[in-house]
């Protein structure tokens, strides 16, 4: 590749999120005394997703999100929870897990060793994505790490990008940014100038207006570009 800075994502592109929000659920379930089924996971999915949009586009403070999202879905189901009881105990649990996309240790250190400059950037919780560093041991991997709720901005922002190139001293042409989610990770490529990659692991269909430079099906295929 010709790039000498190549900024990851973290969520479902490293981090097996997914996976890590059931495990995370079931013990919820054990805490509050609830049934984890396809069901409620896939309206608190709906749910998370509404508030997580709502961030992106500035409309919604990570603080609020964090409550928000447990504060509909309790309501929803007409649980008796208090819901900044269940964004602790949700965010405590989450950061301990350990599940990662497939071959990720065997890419980040190839590409390390490779020379390549490898930092993160998330709009990810700060302590549940220090906590999943630490407990998958990805950090040393990375320079840096640039989570959104200590710089202030988040992606798609452009501000965000220009904060995350300033501080490596980097040109739009040395980066390339690898994520799997379009609304945030390839569009703000897109609108910062900067060279993307979609980990497309679901096999979802492009939507027109998104333009990423490369789309790749596995993490490992990152290798071949």
Not at 113 to 125: A, D, E, P, R
Not at 165 to 180: F, P, W
Request: aromatic share 12%.
């Amino acid at each position: 590749m010709k790039y000498k800075h190549l900024l990851f994502d973290a969520d479902n592109t490293l981090f097996d999120f997914t996976q890590g929000e059931i495990e995370t659920f079931k013990k919820l379930g054990k805490i509050y005394d609830f049934e984890v089924s396809t069901f409620i996971m896939s309206e608190y999915h709906r749910i998370n997703k509404a508030c997580w949009k709502a961030y992106e586009e500035g409309t919604l403070s990570q603080d609020r999100l964090r409550v928000l999202r447990f504060e509909n879905f309790i309501k929803y189901f007409d649980l008796k929870i208090d819901p900044i009881d269940m964004e602790e105990n949700f965010t405590r649990i989450l950061s301990s897990q350990t599940h990662l996309i497939k071959n990720t240790h065997q890419v980040l250190s190839l590409l390390k060793n490779k020379g390549y400059s490898l930092q993160m950037i998330t709009n990810g919780l700060v302590e549940a994505q220090y906590g999943r560093l630490k407990s998958t041991r990805l950090e040393p991997y990375f320079s840096n790490i640039f989570i959104s709720g200590e710089m202030g901005c988040q992606k798609p922002d452009v501000e965000y990008f220009e904060k995350v190139l300033n501080s490596i001293k980097a040109k739009e042409s040395e980066c390339l940014v690898i994520g799997d989610r379009l609304e945030s990770d390839i569009l703000g490529a897109m609108n910062s100038n900067i060279d993307s990659v979609w980990l497309n692991l679901k096999n979802d269909n492009l939507p027109s207006i998104y333009k990423p430079t490369y789309i790749i099906k596995e993490l490992d295929n990152l290798i071949d570009l």
